[in-house]
């Protein structure tokens, strides 16, 4: 009754434009649960370092180098070995933290990261 | 600082995962990687087939040369009269790199170093002692020395393990290659203390099908973080740099004296093909030189000079020059 009530003051076009809206949303929740995350674009360790900030924590660039370099230190790699994330794309940041330090320390800390 | 040299030592306890052949073509991606040392003298690393059946000797020798090399052959490591001269006296030198100077010496396997299974406990016992002397004079000698071994755990493999301090382990991603490790890692951790340290140890996944759908890639990854959720304590040392699945790579075992998969000569159709797994092998040659600097940089008493000086060689050209022959 309720929902006849709330249907039955509306506009034809309100009506049409609320249909359209309810065929374009996914029709359950189901759905999007089973929607794969995306992937990196290749198994190289730089793509997979920032795919795991970027996609899987959800962080912007420069909060991830800022992020990743705590974490580092906070695992007990030293300040020299990670690069200043100066105006670096964050492709080009990791591809010089993991000539010093090594790739696997590097995504260890990278999973730990919540955004 | 001292100048002893760290042991690599290519060891799992599965067979056909490419011990060999990554120990033979990573070990040439190191010397194309090495820095020039500060006091002008050449890089120099000392590769030996602790296998009795002689795979990484057959890459570099033809079975005339094998058979030249009776009285220079791991063999003679063992004999206390003939440790005495080190590896400088039986080694031969499949390649150098014109640019950096960097020079890999081979010290040939040998199917008589079987004998020392079966031999008396005193044998062995007297065996044991020359070869570490012999060690030891490899250390003084050189940058870096790497291992290849036999999956089991003969005379031979157990005396690589002593005489090194860090160990490489190739797999393919299954649960039987990662057990196999894991199973190294526990029982010979009891003898050797420095394998229980994931810093130590670098696992190399090989023959890794390259996905280019997303949906292969997903599928890839899923199966991947599945085995590894099994080995939580083995994560921090597998490298992901990875070496992929190639035709270049198949085979070549039993075809004797072929070198380095990438001094091959191709057609230009395959030349891309390659540059892929020249790439790869570059990558897992990088990665661990700095797994052995972070493996020793608090242990600056044994730190050898070359691997302390890895990481600023690094700055500024990494993803660039690699010292082309």
């Given at each position: 009754?309720?929902?006849?009530?709330?249907?039955?003051?509306l506009?034809?076009?309100?009506?049409?434009?609320?249909?359209?809206?309810?065929?374009?949303?996914?029709?359950?929740?189901?759905?999007?649960?089973?929607?794969?995350?995306?992937q990196?674009?290749?198994d190289?360790?730089v793509?997979?370092?920032?795919?795991?900030?970027?996609?899987?924590?959800?962080?912007?660039?420069?909060?991830?180098?800022?992020?990743?370099?705590?974490?580092?230190?906070?695992?007990g790699?030293?300040?020299?070995?990670?690069?200043n994330?100066?105006s670096?794309?964050?492709?080009?940041?990791?591809?010089?933290?993991?000539?010093?330090v090594?790739?696997?320390?590097?995504?260890?800390?990278?999973k730990?990261?919540?955004? | 600082?001292?100048?002893q040299?760290?042991?690599?030592?290519?060891?799992t306890?599965?067979?056909?995962?490419g011990?060999?052949?990554?120990?033979?073509?990573?070990?040439?991606?190191?010397?194309?990687?090495?820095p020039?040392?500060?006091?002008?003298?050449?890089?120099?690393?000392?590769?030996?087939?602790?296998d009795a059946?002689?795979?990484?000797?057959?890459?570099f020798?033809t079975?005339?040369?094998?058979?030249?090399?009776?009285?220079?052959?791991?063999?003679?490591a063992?004999d206390?009269?003939?440790?005495?001269e080190?590896?400088?006296?039986?080694?031969?030198?499949?390649?150098?790199?014109?640019?950096?100077?960097?020079?890999?010496?081979?010290?040939?396997?040998s199917?008589e170093?079987?004998?020392?299974v079966?031999?008396t406990?005193t044998?062995?016992?007297?065996?044991?002692?020359?070869?570490?002397?012999?060690?030891?004079?490899?250390?003084?000698?050189?940058?870096?020395?790497?291992?290849?071994?036999?999956?089991?755990?003969t005379?031979?493999?157990?005396?690589?393990?002593?005489?090194?301090?860090f160990?490489?382990a190739?797999?393919?991603?299954?649960?039987?290659?990662l057990?196999?490790?894991d199973?190294?890692?526990?029982?010979?951790?009891?003898?050797?203390?420095?394998?229980?340290?994931?810093?130590?140890?670098?696992?190399?996944?090989?023959?890794?099908?390259?996905?280019s759908?997303?949906?292969?890639?997903?599928?890839?990854?899923?199966?991947?973080?599945?085995?590894v959720?099994?080995?939580?304590?083995?994560?921090?040392?597998?490298?992901?740099?990875?070496?992929?699945?190639?035709?270049?790579?198949?085979?070549?075992?039993?075809?004797?004296g072929?070198?380095?998969?990438?001094?091959?000569?191709?057609?230009?159709?395959?030349?891309?093909?390659?540059?892929?797994?020249?790439?790869d092998?570059?990558?897992?040659?990088?990665?661990?030189?700095?797994?052995?600097a972070?493996?020793?940089?608090?242990?600056?008493?044994?730190?050898?000079?070359?691997?302390?000086s890895?990481?600023?060689?690094?700055?500024?050209?990494?993803?660039?020059?690699?010292?082309?022959?």
């Amino acid at each position: 009754v309720g929902l006849w009530r709330d249907l039955s003051e509306l506009q034809r076009v309100e009506f049409d434009a609320l249909l359209d809206e309810l065929y374009r949303k996914p029709t359950s929740t189901k759905r999007a649960a089973h929607a794969k995350p995306s992937q990196p674009k290749d198994d190289r360790p730089v793509t997979r370092i920032a795919h795991q900030l970027r996609e899987r924590s959800s962080l912007a660039d420069d909060i991830a180098m800022a992020k990743l370099t705590e974490a580092l230190i906070a695992r007990g790699v030293r300040r020299e070995f990670i690069p200043n994330p100066t105006s670096k794309t964050l492709e080009a940041w990791l591809t010089s933290l993991i000539a010093q330090v090594s790739e696997t320390r590097v995504m260890v800390a990278a999973k730990q990261i919540k955004n | 600082m001292s100048q002893q040299a760290h042991a690599i030592v290519y060891l799992t306890m599965k067979g056909g995962v490419g011990k060999t052949t990554l120990a033979a073509n990573v070990t040439r991606a190191m010397a194309d990687l090495a820095p020039r040392k500060a006091n002008g003298q050449d890089t120099k690393i000392l590769l030996i087939d602790a296998d009795a059946q002689c795979n990484l000797t057959q890459i570099f020798l033809t079975p005339e040369e094998m058979e030249a090399s009776q009285n220079s052959n791991l063999y003679n490591a063992f004999d206390s009269f003939r440790a005495i001269e080190g590896p400088s006296q039986f080694h031969s030198t499949p390649y150098t790199n014109r640019t950096n100077g960097c020079r890999i010496d081979l010290i040939a396997g040998s199917f008589e170093t079987f004998s020392f299974v079966l031999a008396t406990p005193t044998r062995q016992k007297q065996a044991e002692g020359s070869f570490r002397h012999f060690m030891n004079k490899a250390r003084a000698e050189y940058d870096l020395i790497v291992f290849d071994t036999n999956p089991s755990a003969t005379f031979l493999t157990l005396q690589a393990l002593a005489a090194s301090d860090f160990l490489v382990a190739p797999i393919t991603f299954d649960s039987f290659s990662l057990r196999g490790l894991d199973l190294i890692r526990r029982e010979l951790g009891k003898r050797h203390e420095w394998l229980t340290n994931p810093r130590r140890i670098r696992i190399v996944p090989n023959k890794i099908k390259r996905a280019s759908r997303d949906a292969d890639r997903a599928r890839q990854e899923d199966e991947e973080q599945a085995i590894v959720a099994n080995f939580p304590h083995l994560e921090e040392s597998i490298m992901l740099s990875r070496i992929h699945e190639s035709g270049f790579l198949d085979n070549r075992l039993g075809k004797r004296g072929l070198g380095f998969v990438v001094d091959q000569n191709v057609l230009p159709m395959h030349k891309d093909s390659l540059d892929g797994v020249r790439s790869d092998f570059e990558s897992v040659g990088r990665s661990l030189w700095i797994a052995l600097a972070e493996a020793f940089e608090h242990e600056d008493e044994n730190q050898n000079v070359v691997v302390a000086s890895i990481r600023r060689a690094f700055q500024g050209i990494f993803g660039g020059a690699v010292a082309r022959p």
